[in-house]
């Protein structure tokens, strides 16, 4: 019943965009806080961004700065994260998750539910 479905990942050169999207379906968007998270080969899931449930605000890991933009459309139970200028390093798999919080947190512990991810390559 709880489920959360990634989909825009892809191939893209350098310096190219994508716009991911996580929908959500088996309760309600609205009272959870929701993350991005990206896993890259031989590294650890680390936190990308995250909307706030609380007031919508929104935070972004440095190396995403300036680049990405999380945006969330409540009506529709969806969670947008615009990715532009995109390097290979981004390349990943791609996670959104929800926590059942007021504020954003970038620990994986915190998040309950997951998506199944969306691959992401930046290549030339």
């Known amino acids: 019943q709880l489920q959360l479905v990634e989909s825009g990942g892809g191939l893209v050169q350098p310096g190219g965009s994508l716009r991911l999207s996580c929908a959500a379906s088996?309760?309600?968007?609205?009272?959870?806080?929701i993350g991005w998270f990206r896993q890259a080969p031989g590294k650890g899931r680390e936190g990308v961004s995250c909307?706030?449930?609380?007031?919508?605000?929104?935070y972004y890991a440095d190396s995403v700065k300036g680049r990405f933009t999380i945006s969330r459309d409540n009506a529709k139970n969806t969670v947008y994260l615009q990715m532009n200028s995109l390097k290979p390093e981004d390349t990943a798999v791609y996670y959104c998750a929800a926590a059942w919080r007021t504020m954003c947190v970038f620990a994986a512990t915190e998040y309950n539910n997951w998506g199944q991810g969306t691959q992401v390559t930046i290549s030339s």
């Open positions: 909307i706030s449930r609380s007031d919508g605000s929104t």
């Open positions: 088996g309760f309600n968007f609205n009272y959870y806080t």
